[in-house]
């Protein structure tokens, strides 16, 4: 009888690490899932604001890649730090109205602007397949809020 005993808790034992390394599995995707669609979420809450900001300012290129990463118009200027970890302005595209290499020349001139946010890594947890990964392209494009020809005369009269 005792032998018995002692066999069912090496039993209960081995069971027992079994579920735990599926539950810890589970627990880990679940984390990098949710790691995951944070980052795409804020990532594209970024060039959302980015191009709100670019659709009545649509000749500031530089302040709406500052507003995508730092969400202040100076940048670092003002002491600003990016609100997501590692997201820099080399990862923002932007294209302003009449910018010719944005826009289709079948269709004439883009009246959008248009913010792209490429190249942001995000690392899993899993320490099973460690690594990282791109997140993919985000592109938000919105209609310029002034007249294509007053952006033009503004951005000529600029030096650009």
């Not at 899932?33 to 980052?39: E, I, K, S, T, V």
């Not at 397949?129 to 002034?146: A, D, H, M, Q, R």
Request: proline share 5%; aromatic share 8%.
């Amino acid at each position: 009888m005792r032998r018995n005993r002692c066999n069912r808790r090496g039993q209960a034992l081995v069971e027992a690490a079994l579920v735990l390394l599926v539950v810890l599995a589970f627990l880990i995707g679940t984390l990098d899932f949710g790691q995951f669609l944070y980052f795409h979420q804020s990532l594209t809450d970024r060039a959302r604001a980015a191009a709100r900001y670019g659709a009545v300012n649509p000749t500031d290129a530089a302040g709406i890649k500052n507003i995508a990463v730092y969400n202040d118009v100076a940048g670092t200027g003002n002491g600003a730090t990016p609100l997501i970890a590692n997201f820099t302005t080399a990862m923002v595209a932007v294209c302003l109205p009449g910018d010719v290499a944005c826009s289709d020349s079948a269709t004439g001139p883009d009246w959008r602007v248009t913010v792209t946010i490429t190249g942001y890594q995000m690392v899993t947890f899993n320490l099973l397949l460690p690594g990282s990964f791109t997140n993919k392209p985000i592109t938000v494009s919105l209609p310029s809020e002034t007249p294509f020809s007053q952006n033009l005369h503004q951005h000529q009269s600029n030096g650009g």
